[in-house]
């Protein structure tokens, strides 16, 4: 690419992995295609808290090089620093971070700058709020109140300048704001005239759009129909749905139309950005699919996997289930768990009928990993994970919601019941002295015959094709963004290991004439798709999806070897190296190579 390339993505998991852009950071850092081509690595983000050692500041693998809190420097950059730090009434931690894949060894070691923004110098911080709005038109006393979106703000600043000061500005570097996070610090460096920055908004997601999409009784359902009209009509999202500048997000997303470029990770994202603003147009967007797992296994090793989980059933229920299904997934609503639960009922009556059992092992939590002493407690007392209850150290409140309709699933069905483990981990040492001791993380990924993940609002879904490489059957919904991927790679094929349940289809529910009315094809008809709309059209997906899986698991054990192959082949064709090599470094040499449009949609 010419000048050694500096990477700097500004995220809020610079020094942990919390969820998807921690994934996609631990895929680019392994991948030898990233490190053949990016010369230099830095993750930028704040300093969340000030408690932990500073063994501890940089999380595992980190050293510390540079660390005024602790009194540490061991960089040449330490007489900056505190130059920056007295500067801007700041302080700022400095070091290394070592990335490793256990089952490739690439290692790689990324620098990481953290800035404790707490108590930033007022006078300074609203110079350049004032600057903001000024070119970009953000109203930052807006937002000045949520602490969530003022500690990015308050970050930008002083990150231009350590970045200057640790000599990365001098050659090709790209500012990589990875969502809404970083996008204060793009802006800042496009505003710094001193220095050549690109900028790239990398979209994991339209917060705006997932917004709107959880909150509206429709989701999915109804938001895509919605679109494809607006689309039709040359209409944009405050035309629609109202104004949104309420929301802190939507300003800084909206304003990523001032990048250079906009990575965006799945082939709704587009859409939905265009969707926005008509400056989204002409931005230049780049599709950039997150990659896959891809790990080669026998069909003997799927099986053992399988009957560690099957022994576990039994341990739990009595029973040695024919299928194990699973769905590892954060408990949000985006999540559509409940359309889990809704398949499952069409399967059992089948089940029941063919004389055929299944469990689902359904890994969700929305608190931090719970003691081993309290899970353990939980499982003599009252059988945890099989029963549950409500308050700590078991079920959180949402948690509580989502237990009950599992215990009414339960309650009706005989052939297919769900295990509810709300617990991060899966082993011994995390989930208690009835599961098989030598379980591991792994096995639940490599033993499921099929995994669940249709959800409402997925901007691509890793978590759902997981289990893919191991021969699993991955179903997730039409909007999910590793769906264009899939289509990328198996073309017009279909393959046992794949199905998509399409829940935006309002033709797959005709009008019956009965008393819910059909739905008008028109902006304002789509907008009154409710829930007993959506029920319908999902009871009908359902359906034909559990008809669908059952179809794939006929023969299954027979033919476990050519799903195990198949799987492989396709995930191979969707690693990380796969991505990085097609999608995300030709993204970052266009960059590179295009000239800036720093002037481009001024708010003046």
């Given at each position: 690419?010419?000048?050694?390339?500096?990477?700097?993505?500004?995220?809020?998991?610079?020094?942990?992995?919390?969820?998807?852009?921690?994934?996609?950071?631990?895929?680019?850092?392994?991948?030898?295609?990233?490190?053949?081509?990016?010369?230099?690595?830095?993750?930028?983000?704040?300093?969340?808290?000030?408690?932990?050692?500073?063994?501890?500041?940089?999380?595992?693998?980190?050293?510390?090089?540079?660390?005024?809190?602790?009194?540490?420097?061991?960089?040449?950059?330490?007489?900056?620093?505190?130059?920056?730090?007295?500067?801007?009434?700041?302080?700022?931690?400095?070091?290394?971070?070592t990335f490793v894949d256990k089952d490739t060894s690439v290692k790689s070691s990324v620098?990481?700058?953290?800035?404790?923004?707490?108590?930033?110098?007022?006078?300074?911080?609203?110079?350049?709020?004032?600057?903001?709005?000024?070119?970009?038109?953000?109203?930052?006393?807006?937002?000045?109140?949520?602490?969530?979106?003022?500690?990015?703000?308050?970050?930008?600043?002083?990150?231009?300048?350590?970045?200057?000061?640790?000599?990365?500005?001098?050659?090709?570097?790209?500012?990589?704001?990875?969502?809404?996070?970083?996008?204060?610090?793009?802006?800042?460096?496009?505003?710094?005239?001193?220095?050549?920055?690109?900028?790239?908004?990398?979209?994991?997601?339209?917060?705006?759009?997932?917004?709107?999409?959880?909150?509206?009784?429709?989701?999915?359902?109804?938001?895509?129909?919605?679109?494809?009209?607006?689309?039709?009509?040359?209409?944009?999202?405050?035309?629609?749905?109202?104004?949104?500048?309420?929301?802190?997000?939507?300003?800084?997303?909206?304003?990523?139309?001032?990048?250079?470029?906009?990575?965006?990770?799945?082939?709704?994202?587009?859409?939905?950005?265009?969707?926005?603003?008509?400056?989204?147009?002409?931005?230049?967007?780049?599709?950039?699919?997150?990659?896959?797992?891809?790990?080669?296994?026998?069909?003997?090793?799927?099986?053992?996997?399988?009957?560690?989980?099957?022994?576990?059933?039994?341990?739990?229920?009595?029973?040695?289930?024919?299928?194990?299904?699973?769905?590892?997934?954060?408990?949000?609503?985006?999540?559509?768990?409940?359309?889990?639960?809704?398949?499952?009922?069409?399967?059992?009556?089948?089940?029941?009928?063919?004389?055929?059992?299944?469990?689902?092992?359904?890994?969700?939590?929305?608190?931090?990993?719970?003691?081993?002493?309290?899970?353990?407690?939980?499982?003599?007392?009252?059988?945890?994970?099989?029963?549950?209850?409500?308050?700590?150290?078991?079920?959180?409140?949402?948690?509580?919601?989502?237990?009950?309709?599992?215990?009414?699933?339960?309650?009706?069905?005989?052939?297919?019941?769900?295990?509810?483990?709300?617990?991060?981990?899966?082993?011994?040492?995390?989930?208690?002295?009835?599961?098989?001791?030598?379980?591991?993380?792994?096995?639940?990924?490599?033993?499921?015959?099929?995994?669940?993940?249709?959800?409402?609002?997925?901007?691509?879904?890793?978590?759902?094709?997981?289990?893919?490489?191991?021969?699993?059957?991955?179903?997730?919904?039409?909007?999910?963004?590793?769906?264009?991927?899939?289509?990328?790679?198996?073309?017009?094929?279909?393959?046992?290991?794949?199905?998509?349940?399409?829940?935006?289809?309002?033709?797959?529910?005709?009008?019956?004439?009965?008393?819910?009315?059909?739905?008008?094809?028109?902006?304002?008809?789509?907008?009154?798709?409710?829930?007993?709309?959506?029920?319908?059209?999902?009871?009908?997906?359902?359906?034909?999806?559990?008809?669908?899986?059952?179809?794939?698991?006929?023969?299954?054990?027979?033919?476990?070897?050519?799903?195990?192959?198949?799987?492989?082949?396709?995930?191979?064709?969707?690693?990380?190296?796969?991505?990085?090599?097609?999608?995300?470094?030709?993204?970052?040499?266009?960059?590179?190579?295009?000239?800036?449009?720093?002037?481009?949609?001024?708010?003046?």
């Open positions: 690419m010419g000048d050694d390339l500096t990477a700097v993505h500004v995220t809020h998991e610079a020094v942990g992995k919390i969820g998807g852009i921690g994934a996609v950071l631990q895929g680019f850092f392994t991948s030898k295609s990233y490190l053949d081509e990016v010369d230099r690595s830095i993750l930028v983000g704040p300093l969340f808290s000030t408690d932990a050692p500073a063994s501890q500041r940089l999380g595992e693998n980190g050293e510390v090089l540079y660390s005024s809190i602790d009194g540490l420097a061991y960089t040449k950059y330490a007489p900056a620093f505190r130059m920056l730090e007295d500067f801007y009434n700041t302080n700022i931690v400095y070091g290394r971070k620098e990481v700058l953290l800035v404790d923004v707490r108590n930033i110098n007022i006078n300074l911080l609203n110079e350049f709020k004032g600057r903001m709005y000024e070119r970009f038109g953000i109203r930052n006393d807006l937002y000045e109140h949520i602490w969530e979106c003022e500690q990015y703000v308050r970050l930008a600043p002083v990150a231009i300048a350590a970045l200057k000061e640790i000599e990365a500005a001098e050659g090709s570097t790209v500012i990589i704001s990875h969502e809404f996070m970083g996008m204060a610090t793009a802006l800042a460096g496009i505003l710094e005239t001193s220095c050549d920055f690109k900028t790239v908004f990398y979209a994991h997601e339209v917060a705006t759009i997932r917004r709107i999409v959880e909150m509206h009784p429709g989701h999915d359902t109804m938001f895509y129909n919605v679109l494809r009209k607006a689309q039709e009509n040359g209409l944009y999202v405050d035309e629609v749905f109202g104004q949104q500048y309420d929301y802190f997000k939507h300003a800084f997303v909206e304003a990523s139309k001032y990048c250079d470029a906009i990575f965006a990770v799945g082939d709704c994202i587009p859409d939905e950005l265009k969707f926005l603003a008509p400056e989204f147009e002409d931005a230049n967007i780049n599709i950039v699919y997150n990659g896959i797992p891809a790990f080669k296994i026998s069909a003997a090793q799927k099986q053992q996997s399988k009957e560690k989980l099957q022994e576990y059933c039994n341990s739990l229920l009595g029973y040695r289930p024919d299928f194990v299904f699973t769905h590892v997934t954060r408990l949000v609503h985006s999540k559509g768990l409940w359309r889990d639960l809704r398949v499952l009922e069409h399967q059992e009556k089948e089940f029941e009928t063919r004389g055929k059992t299944a469990v689902m092992f359904l890994l969700s939590t929305q608190t931090a990993q719970r003691n081993i002493s309290d899970i353990i407690n939980m499982e003599t007392e009252y059988s945890w994970p099989v029963a549950h209850r409500e308050g700590y150290p078991d079920l959180s409140g949402g948690e509580a919601g989502f237990y009950t309709a599992i215990q009414k699933f339960n309650a009706a069905s005989r052939n297919i019941k769900v295990i509810f483990i709300n617990q991060f981990g899966f082993d011994r040492k995390t989930c208690g002295n009835r599961m098989p001791e030598d379980m591991e993380f792994m096995d639940i990924r490599r033993g499921s015959d099929v995994e669940f993940g249709m959800s409402v609002y997925e901007p691509f879904g890793i978590a759902q094709l997981e289990p893919l490489t191991f021969g699993g059957i991955c179903v997730f919904s039409s909007v999910c963004g590793c769906t264009g991927f899939l289509c990328d790679v198996i073309g017009e094929k279909s393959v046992r290991n794949i199905i998509i349940a399409d829940y935006t289809d309002l033709d797959s529910v005709p009008y019956d004439g009965g008393d819910s009315k059909p739905v008008q094809t028109s902006i304002q008809g789509y907008l009154r798709i409710d829930r007993s709309v959506r029920d319908r059209i999902e009871s009908s997906v359902s359906n034909k999806v559990a008809s669908e899986i059952i179809q794939s698991l006929e023969d299954y054990e027979s033919g476990i070897e050519g799903m195990v192959q198949t799987g492989y082949e396709l995930a191979k064709k969707m690693s990380w190296d796969v991505v990085v090599q097609n999608r995300l470094l030709p993204g970052l040499h266009n960059v590179l190579n295009k000239k800036t449009h720093k002037n481009i949609y001024s708010n003046k």
